[in-house]
């Protein structure tokens, strides 16, 4: 059997749950400290964009995480103020895409039970 070794400065599988959370807890707030405060915790910046776009044209409802992990997609508005693109979407309004897992947005179960299409 052959040996695998792990190579040097490749990252695998990180978890940018707390950032997302983090980003969802400061709607309402200026972007500009947001922003200062999530980049100083960060490795890189880019997943703040997975999540968070700087026109509302560009934003996306929600973005999925992992398979079953979904969250609100943020957008900055003209007064930069971070802001939810679609807050009418929540755990109530998805659809799980497979009966196996736990679906959640922003953290919280699904409510609707997965149905075959």
């Excluded at 052959?2 to 807890?25: A, C, H, I, N, W």
């Excluded at 500009?32 to 890189?44: H, I, T």
């Excluded at 996306?60 to 009418?88: C, H, M, N, R, W």
Aim: aromatic share 12%; net charge negative; with cysteine.
């Amino acid at each position: 059997a052959e040996s695998v070794k792990m190579k040097k400065d490749v990252q695998r599988g990180l978890d940018y749950t707390p950032l997302f959370r983090f980003l969802l807890s400061k709607v309402g707030k200026r972007w500009d400290s947001v922003f200062s405060e999530a980049v100083a915790r960060l490795d890189k910046q880019e997943p703040i964009f997975w999540m968070v776009s700087m026109d509302i044209e560009d934003a996306d409802d929600y973005i999925i995480t992992s398979e079953s992990s979904y969250f609100s997609g943020l957008y900055v508005d003209k007064d930069g103020l971070l802001q939810v693109v679609a807050p009418e979407i929540d755990e109530t309004s998805l659809s799980p895409t497979c009966k196996c897992c736990t679906h959640t947005f922003n953290g919280k179960p699904f409510t609707k039970k997965f149905k075959l299409e």
